[in-house]
């Protein structure tokens, strides 16, 4: 096999793992994800669905696929038994909080929580910087302890969610996707921990497609996206971090054509951040 045959065919495995069409139907994809979501909570034996919202438009398309799972689901037995919970995270104030606030009210949830991670956060760093610096070892440099600690606030956030989930018998869905998948751009056993994850196999641009087609305000569908981990780099926009566009990794997923640099940057980044997606290795039998 060539060298551009086998450039191909992984190309080709990629695209097929990450499942994305072509082109969808935004009313046939929102009910397909909302079938998903009821089917994992019924299978579960579970009452609720408990997930972060941010204001972006990746949460904010989940949060109202779950809202209308549960809704579906009360309407189908007659009775108030299943409910969705929205938790707002903040970690001390939100920069972005309108956005948040405008995505709960497209939303609508049967439950809205406020947990501020910063005290849980910022325990743990400060708790793992004292114990490395007394123990001896080399100090790092600002910019990385920075971004490790963005990943806390992450995984913060998903210990705070899977405790809600655990007070009130809920699963915890995800908002991940095939664009963020396919980079690995999430946090390891922080957003990337979830119990289900009904926008995978979506591009960005569907999830905007089913935004919009859910009835989220041009803010929400449009808004520019960030995880706003860092607190050296505030809203630091996915794209500028990412290296791409979303434009270019969705033309990648969507088998269109993507210019040579990027198409170099997302097999490069996806090589890289594989040990996101496979599972735990455990030794052989």
């Known amino acids: 096999m060539s060298d551009t045959q086998a450039l191909a065919a992984e190309i080709a495995a990629i695209q097929a793992e990450m499942q994305v069409k072509p082109e969808i139907d935004p009313a046939a994809e929102v009910q397909h994800r909302v ?4 089917t994992q909570l019924l299978n579960s034996g579970l ?33 108030k038994r299943y409910r969705f919970i929205a938790v707002r995270l903040p970690y001390s104030v939100q920069a972005d909080e309108d956005d948040a606030q405008r995505a709960l009210a497209f939303i609508q949830p049967d439950v809205t929580l406020t947990i501020n991670v910063q005290a849980g956060a910022d325990g743990i760093h400060q708790s793992v910087m004292s114990a490395c610096a007394d123990a001896g070892l080399e100090s790092v440099a600002e910019s990385h302890a920075d971004f490790c600690k963005g990943n806390t606030k992450a995984r913060m956030r998903m210990a705070a969610q899977f405790q809600v989930a655990g007070l009130y018998r809920g699963l915890v869905p995800g908002t991940d996707h095939s664009a963020e998948n396919i980079m ?10 979830c119990d289900l994850a009904p926008l995978f196999g ?5 999830v905007r497609a089913l935004a919009d087609h859910l009835g989220a305000c041009a803010e929400t569908v449009g808004k520019v996206p960030t995880a706003d981990l860092e ?16 434009d270019q990794i969705d033309n990648f997923l969507e088998g269109r054509e993507v210019e040579a640099d990027a198409q170099q ?5 996806y090589r890289r951040t594989a040990h996101k997606r496979e599972p735990i290795p455990v030794p052989s039998a």
Do not use: M
């Open 35 to 38: 079938d998903f979501i009821k």
């Open 47 to 79: 009452d609720c669905l408990v997930l972060g919202i941010s204001g972006g438009v990746d949460s904010s398309t989940c949060g109202r696929l779950c809202q209308i799972a549960v809704d579906q689901l009360n309407a189908s037995i007659d009775e």
């Open 184 to 193: 690995g751009f999430y946090t390891k056993f922080g957003d990337g921990a």
């Open 202 to 206: 979506l591009s960005k641009r569907q």
């Open 231 to 246: 607190d050296n780099q505030p809203q630091l926009a996915d794209e500028q971090a990412l290296g791409v566009t979303y």
């Open 265 to 269: 940057v997302i097999l490069a980044t």
